[in-house]
């Protein structure tokens, strides 16, 4: 097989740099946007979950057509919208347009977010599964800070126009790559050409599987998108918001990767349970205390090495044949929380006065993937599903 495997890997990857870019970029200039169209943080937080609102509908569905029409052209087609949405927002004069162009680019990232798993899954099996999706995960937060640092100096001498133009650049690259070194995997297992739902009991899986995952992103994106309200509300500085971020993004990285490799020595679970609570501890320590950098750390590095856990838990939990529409069904609890949770906490920051309240309900949403995960792992018996892989 030689290379393909890891280009379609680093496309996959790149798409995913993009993808969190692409998240991030209201909430960086959100302070700009607020000023400039005279809104509140609850419309701020309505865009943020602009991007995710079309997931929750359907990402169960380009599952089912990723499975009918191949993984080439659903995910290729999600790639181009998410080249084509960014435009949409640049020439648009407000906050409909802006969000009718995040929505479309959100689309496009719904059939890209589906698929990836299951074509890691197709190429990589074992311990170097854990780390392909580990590396997946890992991307998502590079593209957040890379947005943090580089939106806010690019539209301050281009305007903010510049910076949802620069949203289609990373996507472009991906779309390039993947088309050209994607194939199918020659260990694939065959799909069914049909539109048939998993079994009862994986689709159970599946959507617990999600909400796990809903859990653990909703709390950490949230805390990236009042982050910079709430420093700018305590009087600190863009270099020092600069710095929080790039800790709180960039370090999920190498957490991420060292966190797939501590679980399959030390267990997920354990992984998973430290990992969890550090992220609660720093969410919720970030909003009653002014100490931004020792929480960037806690949920930068601590509370980022379970990602990689989670997603191979959602991965595995249907059959090789089912995954497509599967993760269309893990997606759909994702999506559908990365849609809400945004607005909620924008909610809770104007009833709270402050960007605090939004960072105290992210932290009681991170909790919930706790109980969801042991009642995954009650289900089924994790050690024996990673094994298996």
Same mark, same amino acid.
């Given at each position: ?43 701020? *937080?309505? +865009? !943020?979950?602009? #991007?995710?609102?079309?997931? %929750?509908?359907?990402? @169960?569905?380009? /599952? &089912?057509? =990723? ?17 084509? *949405?960014? +435009? !949409?927002?640049? #020439?648009?004069?407000?906050? %409909?347009?802006?969000? @009718?162009?995040? /929505? &479309?680019? =959100? ?35 590079? /593209? ?50 049909t539109f048939s739902l998993p079994s009862a009991r994986e689709c159970l899986l599946l959507a617990i599987a ?24 305590r009087g600190e500085g863009l270099v020092l918001t600069g710095v929080v971020l790039t800790i709180a993004t ?140």
């Open positions: 097989m030689g290379s393909r495997p890891w280009l379609i890997l680093a496309a996959v990857a790149l798409a995913r740099i993009g993808f969190g870019y692409q998240y991030q970029t209201v909430a960086s200039l959100g302070p700009e946007l607020m000023h400039l169209f005279q809104f509140d943080y609850a419309t701020l *937080g309505t +865009l !943020i979950g602009a #991007f995710m609102f079309f997931g %929750a509908f359907l990402a @169960l569905p380009l /599952g &089912l057509l =990723g499975r009918r029409f191949g993984d080439r052209l659903v995910l290729g087609a999600g790639l181009l919208l998410m080249v084509v *949405g960014p +435009l !949409i927002s640049t #020439f648009s004069d407000g906050p %409909a347009g802006i969000g @009718l162009g995040r /929505g &479309l680019a =959100g689309i496009g990232a719904v059939a890209m977010i589906v698929l990836q798993n299951k074509i890691i899954a197709d190429w990589f099996t074992g311990h170097q599964l854990m780390w392909a999706l580990s590396v997946s995960s890992a991307a998502y937060p590079v /593209g957040v800070g890379l947005a943090q640092l580089v939106l806010p100096p690019l539209t301050h001498s281009y305007g903010w126009q510049a910076g949802f133009l620069s949203d289609s650049v990373p996507m472009a690259v991906s779309l390039v790559l993947f088309l050209v070194s994607y194939r199918a995997s020659p260990h694939a297992v065959a799909q069914p050409r999600g909400l796990i995952w809903t859990a653990y992103t909703a709390g950490y994106s949230s805390y990236l998108n009042y982050v910079p309200s709430l420093m700018a509300v960039w370090g999920n990285v190498p957490a991420t990767m060292l966190g797939a490799g501590l679980a399959t020595r030390l267990g997920a679970f354990r992984i998973f349970l430290f990992s969890t609570c550090a992220l609660v501890v720093g969410i919720g320590g970030a909003a009653v205390l002014d100490w931004p950098v020792t929480f960037a750390v806690i949920i930068g590095i601590v509370g980022s090495l379970h990602p990689g856990v989670i997603m191979a838990v959602g991965t595995l939990s249907a059959r090789p044949e089912n995954r497509a529409v599967g993760m269309g069904l893990f997606y759909s609890m994702y999506y559908a929380g990365g849609a809400v949770v945004p607005a909620l906490c924008g909610r809770a920051a104007d009833i709270y006065g402050s960007p605090e309240g939004a960072l105290l309900a992210a932290s009681v949403i991170s909790v919930l993937a706790l109980p969801m995960f042991l009642l995954h792992r009650r289900m089924a018996a994790h050690e024996t599903m990673l094994a298996r892989a």
